[in-house]
C-alpha cells in the first residue's frame, strides 16, 4: 500500500513536469506576444513546481534514487548494503522526516487560522493548501522509509550484526543523553564533528541528503546552545526554496536534456562528425569532444551525457584501433562539459547560492567552456601527430561533399535549440525558466521530426525528471538544515574571522578555497558541495571585494576537474559501469590525466585573466 501512494505521487508528480513545461511555454508566448499575464497563472507555475519535487521525495527513495557516495558501497556484500539501508532510515530519514512534519504543522495550521493569500494583486488565495503539502510529502516520506525498513529486515540473512550496531547505537544516545542532562562541553569542536561525521557516514554509503539532515539533528540535540528549537524556522526555509523561481528552471532543463537523451540525436550527431573528421589523425576524438559540448548546450546533464557518449563513442573508438586511454579520456572529459558549458544546472545552483543572476553566469561560462574544448582538440591533434599508432585516420567512404552535407543536418537542429535558447536568456528576452520551457518543446520537436516521439519517451523523461528533481531538492533541503545548526554553532562567524584576520589576502583566500573544493570533489558530488560549502564562502568572497560571477565559473571549473579526478571522479564510475569489461580502470586513469590538467589550465588561466569571462557582455 506504500510503495502504491509513493507510486501513485510519482506519477503525478511526471504529469506535473509535462504540465509545467506547457504552461510556462504558455504563459511566456502570451506575455511577450500579447502583453497579457496573468500573476494567478505565475503563482500556479511555482505551486507545480513545489509539489513535483515534494511528492518525488518518496517516490525516488521508492527507486533508490537519492545520490549516495557509492565508493564503497558497491563493494559490499548484500547484508552489509541492507544494514546501511536500514540504519540510513531509522536513525536519519524518519527522525529528520517527522522532525519537518511537526513544525510544519504549526505553520500549516498557522496559515489556515489567518486564511493566507497571496501578497500580490490578482494571486492565488488558500496559501495553506501548498503549504500542506509539505506535510503531505514529509508524511509519504516517513511511511515508504517504515516500508522499505520491514523490507530490508526480511531480506536480511543474519540479524547478528544488527542487534550488534544497534546495541552500539543505544551505549552512544546514552551517552549522548548524559552529555546532554549534564551539560557535558564537546571535548573537540563541534564544527569538525559535524564535518567529520558527515564526511563519514557519506564515504560508508549513506544518503547524502539525509546525512546533512541527520547529524544537523544530532548536533542540535548534543548542543545546549543550540537545541530542537532552531529546527522550528526550517518549514518557512523550505517554503523560500519552493517560492524560488529560479530553481524551477532546474526540473525543466532535465526533462528537456532526457527527452534529447532518448531521441538518438547524440548517435546521429557522433556518426556525422566521425565520418566529416575522420579522415584526420585524432578526428574522431575530436568528434567526441564537438558532439560533447553540443550535448553540454542541449542538456546540462552530466552522467547522462558520459553514459550517452561511453555508449555510444568508446564501441567505435575501440573497433577502429584507438588507444583505449585516449578514447576514455576524450569520452569523460567531454561528458563533463555539461559542468560549465551553459544551460548547466550547476550554474543555476550557484546563481540561486550565490544570489547571482543564472543569465549572467551563462555569458560568464561561454568563454571559459570554448577555451577547454580548444585546449581538449589541440591536446588530441598533438598527441595524435607524435603517436601515430593511439589515434589512426579513418577511411570515409562516402563522398566528402555528400557527408558534410549529413553532418550539417545533423548539427543544425540541436544548433538552432540552444541558440533559441540560451540566446533568449543571453539577451534578456526571457528568464532561464521560460528559455528552459521553450527548450523542452523544442526537444519534442527535434524527437518528433527525429522520428522518436512518442508515449514511452515522455514518460521516462518526464518520470526521471521527477527522481532527478527530488534527489536535487531534497540535498537542498538536508543541507539548509545542516547549514541552520552549522552557523547556530558560530561556523559562519569562525569561517569570516579565520579569512579576515589570518587570511587577508584575496589570493590566498582563492588558492585555499580551490584547494578545499578540488579535494572535497573526490568525495562528494557538486550539488553537496554548491548547497553546504558556497553559502559559507559568499560573505567572505563580498567581504574581501572578490567579483562573485568570476568566483562562481572558477568554481564550476573546478568541480568540473574534480568530477574527474582518481579515484573517485564520479564520471569515471559512470564511463566503467557503462563500458564494463571492454576497458580497464587502469586504462581510464591513464587517459583522464592530461585531460584533468588541461581544466587545471584552463582554471589558472581564468584566474589570471578575469576580464575573458566578460567577452560576452557583463
Same mark, same amino acid.
Given at each position: 500500500?506504500?510503495?502504491?501512494?509513493?507510486?501513485?505521487?510519482?506519477?503525478?508528480?511526471?504529469?506535473?513536469?509535462?504540465?509545467?513545461a506547457?504552461?510556462?511555454?504558455?504563459?511566456?508566448?502570451?506575455?511577450?506576444l500579447?502583453?497579457?499575464?496573468?500573476?494567478?497563472?505565475q503563482?500556479l507555475?511555482?505551486?507545480?513546481?513545489?509539489?513535483?519535487?515534494?511528492?518525488?521525495?518518496?517516490?525516488?527513495?521508492?527507486?533508490?534514487?537519492?545520490?549516495?557516495?557509492? /565508493?564503497?558501497?558497491?563493494?559490499?556484500?548484500?547484508?552489509?548494503?541492507?544494514?546501511?539501508?536500514?540504519?540510513? *532510515?531509522? /536513525?536519519?530519514?524518519?527522525?529528520f522526516?517527522l *522532525?519537518?512534519l511537526?513544525?510544519?504543522?504549526?505553520?500549516?495550521?498557522?496559515?489556515?487560522?489567518?486564511? @493566507?493569500?497571496?501578497?500580490?494583486? &490578482?494571486?492565488?488565495k488558500?496559501?495553506?493548501?501548498i503549504? !500542506?503539502?509539505?506535510?503531505?510529502a514529509?508524511?509519504?516520506?516517513?511511511?515508504?522509509?517504515?516500508?522499505q525498513?520491514?523490507?530490508?529486515? #526480511?531480506?536480511?540473512?543474519?540479524?547478528?550484526?544488527?542487534?550488534?550496531?544497534?546495541l552500539?547505537?543505544?551505549?552512544?544516545?546514552?551517552?549522548s543523553?548524559?552529555?546532554?542532562?549534564?551539560?557535558?562541553?564537546?571535548?573537540?569542536?563541534?564544527?569538525?564533528?559535524?564535518?567529520l561525521?558527515?564526511?563519514?557516514?557519506?564515504?560508508? &554509503?549513506?544518503?547524502?541528503?539525509?546525512v546533512f539532515?541527520?547529524?544537523?539533528?544530532?548536533?542540535? *540535540?548534543?548542543?545546549?546552545?543550540?537545541?530542537?528549537?532552531?529546527?522550528?524556522?526550517? +518549514?518557512?526555509?523550505?517554503?523560500?526554496?519552493?517560492?524560488?523561481?529560479?530553481?524551477?528552471?532546474?526540473?525543466?532543463?532535465?526533462f528537456?536534456?532526457l527527452i534529447? @537523451?532518448?531521441?538518438?540525436?547524440?548517435?546521429?550527431?557522433?556518426?556525422?562528425?566521425?565520418?566529416?573528421?575522420?579522415?584526420?589523425?585524432?578526428?574522431?576524438?575530436?568528434?567526441?569532444?564537438?558532439?560533447?559540448?553540443?550535448l553540454?548546450?542541449?542538456?546540462?546533464i552530466?552522467?547522462?551525457?558520459?553514459?550517452?557518449?561511453?555508449?555510444?563513442?568508446?564501441? *567505435?573508438?575501440?573497433?577502429?584501433?584507438y588507444?583505449p586511454a585516449?578514447?576514455?579520456?576524450?569520452?569523460?572529459?567531454?561528458?563533463?562539459? !555539461?559542468q560549465?558549458?551553459?544551460?548547466?544546472?550547476?550554474?543555476?545552483?550557484? !546563481?540561486?547560492?550565490?544570489?547571482?543572476?543564472?543569465?549572467?553566469?551563462?555569458?560568464?561560462?561561454?568563454?571559459?567552456?570554448?577555451?577547454?574544448?580548444?585546449?581538449?582538440i589541440?591536446y588530441?591533434?598533438?598527441v595524435?601527430?607524435?603517436q601515430?599508432?593511439?589515434?589512426?585516420?579513418?577511411?570515409?567512404?562516402?563522398?566528402?561533399?555528400?557527408?558534410?552535407? @549529413?553532418?550539417f543536418?545533423?548539427?543544425? +537542429?540541436?544548433?538552432?535549440?540552444i541558440?533559441?535558447?540560451?540566446?533568449?536568456?543571453?539577451?534578456?528576452?526571457?528568464?532561464?525558466?521560460?528559455?528552459?520551457?521553450?527548450?523542452?518543446?523544442?526537444?519534442g520537436?527535434?524527437?518528433?521530426?527525429?522520428?522518436?516521439?512518442?508515449? #514511452?519517451? /515522455?514518460?521516462?523523461?518526464?518520470i526521471?525528471?521527477?527522481?532527478?528533481?527530488?534527489?536535487?531538492?531534497?540535498?537542498?533541503?538536508?543541507?539548509?538544515?545542516?547549514?541552520?545548526?552549522?552557523?547556530?554553532?558560530?561556523?559562519?562567524?569562525?569561517?569570516?574571522?579565520?579569512?579576515?584576520?589570518?587570511?587577508?589576502?584575496?589570493?590566498?583566500?582563492?588558492?585555499?578555497?580551490?584547494?578545499? /573544493?578540488?579535494?572535497?570533489?573526490?568525495?562528494?558530488?557538486?550539488?553537496?558541495?554548491?548547497f553546504?560549502?558556497v +553559502?559559507?564562502?559568499?560573505?567572505?568572497i563580498?567581504?574581501?571585494?572578490?567579483? +562573485?560571477?568570476?568566483?562562481?565559473?572558477?568554481?564550476?571549473?573546478?568541480?568540473?576537474?574534480?568530477?574527474?579526478?582518481?579515484p573517485?571522479?564520479?564520471?569515471?564510475?559512470?564511463?566503467?559501469?557503462?563500458?564494463?569489461?571492454?576497458?580497464?580502470?587502469?586504462?581510464?586513469? #591513464?587517459?583522464?590525466?592530461?585531460?584533468?590538467?588541461?581544466?587545471?589550465?584552463?582554471?589558472?588561466?581564468v584566474?589570471?585573466?578575469?576580464?575573458?569571462?566578460?567577452?560576452?557582455?557583463k
Amino acid at each position: 500500500m506504500t510503495n502504491k501512494l509513493s507510486s501513485y505521487a510519482g506519477v503525478i508528480s511526471a504529469l506535473l513536469v509535462i504540465t509545467l513545461a506547457l504552461l510556462v511555454t504558455y504563459d511566456a508566448m502570451m506575455r511577450y506576444l500579447f502583453s497579457e499575464g496573468s500573476i494567478a497563472l505565475q503563482e500556479l507555475e511555482w505551486h507545480i513546481f513545489d509539489i513535483i519535487f515534494l511528492l518525488g521525495i518518496s517516490y525516488a527513495l521508492g527507486y533508490d534514487k537519492h545520490v549516495r557516495v557509492d /565508493i564503497l558501497y558497491d563493494k559490499y556484500t548484500l547484508d552489509t548494503r541492507y544494514l546501511i539501508n536500514i540504519f540510513s *532510515l531509522m /536513525i536519519l530519514v524518519i527522525p529528520f522526516s517527522l *522532525l519537518i512534519l511537526f513544525n510544519a504543522w504549526d505553520m500549516t495550521v498557522q496559515s489556515y487560522i489567518q486564511q @493566507e493569500v497571496s501578497s500580490d494583486p &490578482g494571486g492565488l488565495k488558500y496559501r495553506y493548501i501548498i503549504k !500542506g503539502i509539505i506535510i503531505v510529502a514529509f508524511g509519504l516520506l516517513v511511511l515508504q522509509a517504515l516500508s522499505q525498513t520491514a523490507y530490508y529486515f #526480511k531480506k536480511l540473512k543474519s540479524k547478528k550484526a544488527l542487534i550488534k550496531i544497534s546495541l552500539a547505537l543505544g551505549v552512544i544516545a546514552i551517552f549522548s543523553s548524559m552529555g546532554i542532562i549534564f551539560e557535558w562541553t564537546f571535548w573537540i569542536d563541534p564544527l569538525f564533528l559535524m564535518f567529520l561525521l558527515s564526511l563519514t557516514l557519506l564515504l560508508l &554509503g549513506f544518503h547524502v541528503a539525509f546525512v546533512f539532515a541527520g547529524v544537523a539533528l544530532f548536533f542540535a *540535540l548534543l548542543s545546549q546552545e543550540v537545541g530542537l528549537v532552531v529546527f522550528e524556522m526550517l +518549514p518557512y526555509r523550505i517554503y523560500g526554496i519552493m517560492g524560488n523561481t529560479t530553481l524551477m528552471a532546474i526540473p525543466l532543463f532535465i526533462f528537456m536534456g532526457l527527452i534529447l @537523451e532518448k531521441s538518438k540525436m547524440a548517435e546521429r550527431l557522433l556518426i556525422s562528425m566521425a565520418n566529416l573528421f575522420g579522415s584526420v589523425r585524432g578526428g574522431l576524438a575530436i568528434s567526441v569532444v564537438l558532439v560533447g559540448a553540443i550535448l553540454a548546450a542541449s542538456t546540462g546533464i552530466v552522467g547522462a551525457s558520459v553514459v550517452m557518449m561511453s555508449l555510444i563513442a568508446l564501441p *567505435l573508438m575501440l573497433k577502429y584501433n584507438y588507444s583505449p586511454a585516449l578514447a576514455s579520456g576524450a569520452i569523460v572529459a567531454s561528458g563533463t562539459l !555539461g559542468q560549465i558549458i551553459p544551460p548547466s544546472i550547476v550554474l543555476i545552483i550557484l !546563481g540561486d547560492q550565490m544570489h547571482l543572476s543564472v543569465g549572467d553566469l551563462f555569458r560568464a561560462a561561454v568563454v571559459p567552456g570554448l577555451l577547454l574544448i580548444l585546449l581538449y582538440i589541440l591536446y588530441i591533434l598533438i598527441v595524435s601527430f607524435f603517436q601515430k599508432d593511439i589515434a589512426p585516420a579513418l577511411a570515409n567512404p562516402n563522398n566528402y561533399s555528400q557527408t558534410l552535407k @549529413e553532418a550539417f543536418k545533423a548539427i543544425i +537542429p540541436p544548433l538552432l535549440l540552444i541558440t533559441i535558447v540560451l540566446g533568449s536568456i543571453f539577451t534578456g528576452v526571457a528568464s532561464p525558466t521560460e528559455s528552459a520551457a521553450i527548450g523542452v518543446i523544442g526537444a519534442g520537436v527535434l524527437a518528433w521530426s527525429n522520428r522518436s516521439f512518442s508515449r #514511452k519517451l /515522455i514518460e521516462y523523461a518526464s518520470i526521471e525528471t521527477v527522481k532527478l528533481t527530488a534527489m536535487i531538492f531534497m540535498i537542498l533541503i538536508g543541507a539548509t538544515a545542516f547549514s541552520l545548526v552549522f552557523h547556530q554553532l558560530g561556523g559562519g562567524d569562525m569561517a569570516l574571522a579565520f579569512f579576515e584576520d589570518d587570511i587577508q589576502n584575496q589570493w590566498r583566500f582563492i588558492l585555499i578555497t580551490m584547494l578545499i /573544493i578540488f579535494v572535497l570533489g573526490f568525495f562528494i558530488d557538486f550539488i553537496e558541495i554548491a548547497f553546504v560549502v558556497v +553559502p559559507i564562502l559568499v560573505p567572505i568572497i563580498h567581504l574581501l571585494g572578490i567579483d +562573485p560571477i568570476w568566483f562562481a565559473i572558477l568554481i564550476a571549473l573546478n568541480l568540473q576537474a574534480s568530477f574527474l579526478t582518481p579515484p573517485f571522479g564520479f564520471a569515471l564510475f559512470y564511463l566503467k559501469g557503462t563500458a564494463g569489461d571492454s576497458i580497464t580502470t587502469k586504462a581510464i586513469y #591513464k587517459g583522464v590525466i592530461p585531460f584533468i590538467s588541461l581544466q587545471i589550465l584552463a582554471l589558472i588561466i581564468v584566474i589570471l585573466f578575469p576580464n575573458i569571462i566578460y567577452l560576452f557582455g557583463k
